[in-house]
């Protein structure tokens, strides 16, 4: 599988990463199987968070990787407490919370660094600087790599971009939703970091999932999108994933399309596609988009 360059980190990851988040906590053991699987197939990138499952899941990470730890690039994220009464979470982001809440992480994940670690969403009234700090002084500790945003609010991205040396910002990249390449894909290639696209199956929307708005987009222009994508496949042989997937990676500013699987079945459909991906050309990407609007960000920026 091809590796690319995680911004100026000096890390390479897989072009396919796996989200961990829909891996099963109280299935530890098809957990690990889908994990090792992965690796043994070419991921090196694996993702997850203090946030799913109430850390559950980075433990689940944690026990499954100690065989390859050292071969893969191992991503974490912080910023939201779940509430004593698990009712949910509040956003919690200052130096003190983020400096305090790693060693949590490190130790569910069975690991003395985390390769690249997240902040978990983010808003302009953060105190942005001493987010920085934080992240800049675990770095320097050697208790992470580097570090990366995980947030859709161009403000946001804009601020840490300018003030920080963050390596990644993930964000949703998909066929259905291409608002970064009117905002983001520029100001990332301008300051040295990668995308990590998420959702580039919008969902299975671009699957096998039945027609419905998606975003700003009604259910027509789906459906509109959808059969530009089937006259793709008709004419390439591919499937709709893979198309769907070549699409996201054929952008210069995207590092890995981070997708998620919960059973052994749908990896081995994800793997599959992947060893057919191939980078679109303008002119295979201007008729995938005939007649097809732009979007824009509109809220929570």
């Known amino acids: 599988m091809e590796q690319r360059r995680l911004g100026e980190s000096g890390l390479m990851v897989s072009e396919i990463g796996l989200g961990c988040m829909s891996l099963k906590s109280n299935q530890p053991k098809q957990s690990k199987d889908i994990i090792q699987k992965a690796f043994d197939k070419g991921i090196t990138f694996f993702d997850t968070a203090d946030l799913y499952d109430k850390g559950q899941n980075e433990t689940v990470v944690g026990e499954s990787v100690q065989a390859f730890r050292k071969q893969i690039v191992l991503a974490s994220k912080v910023g939201n407490l779940w509430r004593a009464d698990g009712s949910g979470w509040d956003w919690k982001a200052s130096k003190d919370y983020i400096i305090r809440t790693i060693e949590g992480s490190l130790s569910r994940l069975k690991t003395d660094y985390i390769d690249l670690y997240q902040l978990h969403g983010g808003t302009i009234d953060d105190p942005i600087d001493e987010i920085i700090e ?32 963050i390596a990644s910002v993930m964000m949703q990249y998909s066929v259905l939703d291409r608002r970064p390449e009117e905002e983001i894909d520029t100001l990332l290639a301008n300051n040295g970091a990668s995308m990590l696209a998420r959702g580039a199956l919008a969902k299975g929307l671009l699957v096998n999932k039945p027609v419905e708005p998606y975003l700003q987009y009604s259910s027509g222009e789906v459906a509109h999108i959808l059969r530009n994508l089937d006259n793709r496949t008709k004419k390439s042989g591919e499937g709709r994933a893979t198309e769907a997937l070549s699409y996201v990676l054929s952008s210069p500013a995207v590092a890995t399309a981070v997708v998620g699987v919960s059973t052994k079945l749908q990896l081995d459909e994800l793997l599959s596609t992947t060893q057919r991906i191939k980078e679109l050309d303008k002119l295979d990407k201007k008729k995938l988009l005939d007649g097809v609007r732009s979007l824009y960000y509109t809220e929570h920026r």
């Open 134 to 165: 934080a992240f800049e002084l675990l770095k320097k500790q050697g208790k992470i790599r580097t570090y990366g945003l995980s947030s859709i609010r161009p403000n946001v991205i804009k601020t840490f971009l300018s003030k920080s040396s």
